[in-house]
């Protein structure tokens, strides 16, 4: 009388199990809208036209003779709606038969398409900003540089920058409240890293960094210069250029700004926010989803807005 065991009775054991759980990626935190002035006086068409007025002008006055009349300076901002995005995708009818999983992942295409869509837009926001300056110039607004490389020449972001980005947007008269910066990851790394700020004797402020890291989440632990310091994975990257004699190859565009209401840097407009669309389609046999979304950004108030490039090579 033979037992059971597993050298004779491969036939009765399964080697490999599939589970019903779908293992999905870890995605960054997206906050880009926040920053954005939502244009609500847009109702149709793709181009909206706003006129600027500039300030008036003070002369010398002579008893006696007449006053002079100034123009004031006029301007014209442009706004266009220029993106366009879609993401589809489907299930065949037979797939639908035979995958054991197949409710669980027809569950995930609209999430799925709705955060692919969402994360365009967060690239869009974050970009927009440094390809709205002159790429390769300091952009100078009333004698303060407002697009430079980080750190001198070391391409390496440093306190010393938060203050440079403090004192142009404090030149251009930006309200210095709400003060928020948007960093690379690399530049936390770089920031916990420096010798002269985790020596506690030398900055008490900083205490604790060592032991438990400088951001929870992707905010700052610390206030650096009156900024409330961000992680973001979508700034603009791959950046070769040269400022001022200086030049980075693979520059990240960390940004700088006040996020008080009434001066954000960047306006926008949703003509048509995530939408999604589906149907049988009987040639193929196969169910399809849709998600289109319709909208456009633009640097609104330069002035608002420093950009340092800083090298992401930095951290080996």
């Not at 690379?184 to 060592?210: A, C, H, K, M, Q």
């Not at 310091?229 to 979508?234: E, G, L, R």
Request: charged share 20%; net charge negative; glycine share 6%.
């Amino acid at each position: 009388m033979s037992g059971f065991s597993t050298q004779n009775n491969e036939h009765l054991i399964r080697s490999n199990l599939w589970s019903t759980d779908l293992k999905d990626v870890l995605e960054a935190d997206l906050y880009g809208m926040r920053y954005v002035k939502m244009l609500t006086d847009f109702p149709d068409g793709d181009t909206l036209n706003i006129p600027s007025i500039g300030q008036a002008e003070v002369l010398d006055y002579v008893e006696g003779q007449a006053v002079q009349y100034t123009a004031m300076d006029t301007g014209n901002f442009t706004f266009t709606i220029n993106k366009y995005k879609q993401s589809g995708t489907f299930i065949t009818e037979k797939m639908k038969q035979d995958s054991y999983v197949m409710s669980e992942l027809m569950a995930s295409f609209v999430p799925k398409q709705n955060r692919a869509i969402m994360s365009a837009i967060e690239n869009d926001i974050m970009s927009i900003g440094p390809d709205g300056q002159t790429a390769s110039n300091l952009n100078t607004i009333n004698g303060a540089n407002h697009r430079f490389v980080a750190g001198g020449t070391s391409e390496t972001l440093v306190p010393q920058d938060f203050a440079r980005a403090r004192y142009a947007l404090q030149k251009a008269n930006v309200p210095m409240t709400d003060l928020v910066a948007i960093v690379d990851p690399s530049v936390e790394y770089n920031l916990s890293t420096l010798t002269n700020l985790t020596n506690v004797s030398f900055n008490p402020r900083w205490e604790g960094i060592v032991r438990s890291g400088m951001s929870t989440g992707m905010q700052f632990l610390v206030n650096i210069y009156g900024f409330d310091v961000y992680i973001s994975q979508f700034l603009k990257n791959g950046i070769a250029e040269t400022i001022n004699g200086v030049s980075t190859t693979v520059g990240v565009a960390n940004l700088f700004f006040s996020a008080t209401r009434d001066v954000l840097p960047f306006v926008g407009l949703l003509r048509q926010p995530p939408k999604v669309d589906s149907e049988y389609n009987k040639d193929f046999q196969r169910e399809e989803f849709v998600t289109t979304c319709r909208y456009g950004f633009k640097l609104f108030r330069p002035e608002n807005l420093v950009v340092i490039l800083s090298d992401t090579d930095a951290v080996a």
